[in-house]
């Protein structure tokens, strides 16, 4: 996927990948950050403030994305699915990235009916003409201003969790006050050895790039493993922010990671707790129609440089009945 270069989109791959000279995948940050909140206020280290106003913001998603698919699961849990419109890109790779459309082979895949951008490009150069970056999802948009708020996905969430409650009765805060400090933790961990470690072995230039991150994602891995042996979620009884960061990954993990990022020391479905944890987050109402296992195979298996072929796996078989199968999480208490 390309890149904006001076409000230019450059096809060319290469030119956006992340490998730093030893090999090691590097993510870019996000360029937007402004943020929502409940009064307009500014965010929490001083950012442009913008009012929660229902109707007035529009997400730019993709199912296939697991950072996209963190704000898609907040706008569902969070019961905002009135107030903050969807675009839904086509799933695979496009020459000009994020691609928004109407196609019967996909009819949950939703075009952008606010602006009419066939690429996710046009809102970045709509709001900043000489725009220079990456073009990412999730993306929030500004119907108001027409402009992108923020294209950071973990503000996002954290947004969509307590901004918006004057404007629906789903008010559980994920994000609680009490458990701050051990969610931040444990957010640091995952996202660093987990929800990008799975890109730092994909995308890595070199073995003992490689060898580093899946090593590491494993360790933390075989430690979740320990821990939801003794406890219902990441941070005891409570749903929380830490364990949807995780499960996008974990729900990814069998049928995209252990293939086309040779995450292949084991599955998710040989370790016993995350495989139950995984089926009952899977299995809270609404949450299994925000994902496709079939899209996420087409958009990993799709990206040229790790398999050049562009052939998708036909396995593995029926990951949906996997994931709706019974589980034991019910042995561990949970918060009323």
Not at 58 to 67: R, S, V
Not at 116 to 142: C, N, R
Not at 206 to 216: G, I, K, L, R, T
Request: aromatic share 12%; hydrophobic share 35%.
């Amino acid at each position: 996927m390309g890149m904006l270069l001076d409000g230019t989109w450059l096809d060319n791959d290469a030119t956006a990948r992340e490998v730093a000279k030893d090999g090691k995948f590097q993510r870019s940050e996000s360029q937007f950050r402004n943020w929502v909140t409940a009064d307009g206020a500014a965010g929490p280290t001083g950012e442009a403030g913008f009012a929660a106003e229902p109707g007035r913001y529009h997400l730019y998603l993709a199912h296939t994305c697991p950072w996209a698919h963190r704000a898609l699961i907040f706008r569902t849990i969070k019961g905002l699915d009135s107030a903050i419109t969807v675009s839904l890109a086509q799933p695979g790779r496009h020459e000009q990235g994020w691609t928004y459309g109407d196609n019967p082979d996909f009819p949950d895949c939703l075009p952008d009916h606010v602006n009419g951008f066939e690429h996710l490009h046009q809102a970045y150069t709509a709001s900043q003409g000489d725009y220079t970056g990456k073009v990412t999802v999730p993306t929030l948009w500004d119907k108001q201003t027409n402009q992108v708020v923020n294209n950071e996905s973990s503000e996002i969430i954290r947004m969509f969790n307590t901004a918006f409650d004057a404007f629906t009765n789903a008010t559980e805060d994920y994000y609680p006050a009490g458990l701050r400090d051990e969610i931040d933790t444990i957010n640091d961990v995952v996202y660093r050895t987990v929800n990008n470690g799975v890109y730092r072995a994909g995308f890595a230039a070199s073995q003992e790039a490689y060898e580093e991150a899946v090593v590491a994602m494993f360790e933390t891995l075989d430690d979740l493993e320990e821990r939801l042996g003794k406890q219902r979620y990441l941070v005891g009884d409570r749903l929380t922010e830490a364990d949807w960061r995780l499960w996008v990954t974990l729900i990814r993990f069998d049928a995209c990671y252990v293939g086309a990022f040779k995450c292949n020391i084991r599955r998710i479905a040989d370790y016993p707790n995350l495989t139950n944890y995984t089926r009952e987050l899977y299995q809270i109402p609404g949450i299994a129609e925000t994902f496709s296992f079939d899209y996420a195979k087409m958009n990993y298996y799709g990206i040229e440089r790790v398999n050049p072929n562009g052939i998708i796996p036909v396995g593995p078989e029926d990951q949906e009945g996997f994931y709706s199968a019974p589980h034991d999480r019910g042995r561990f208490p949970a918060a009323a």
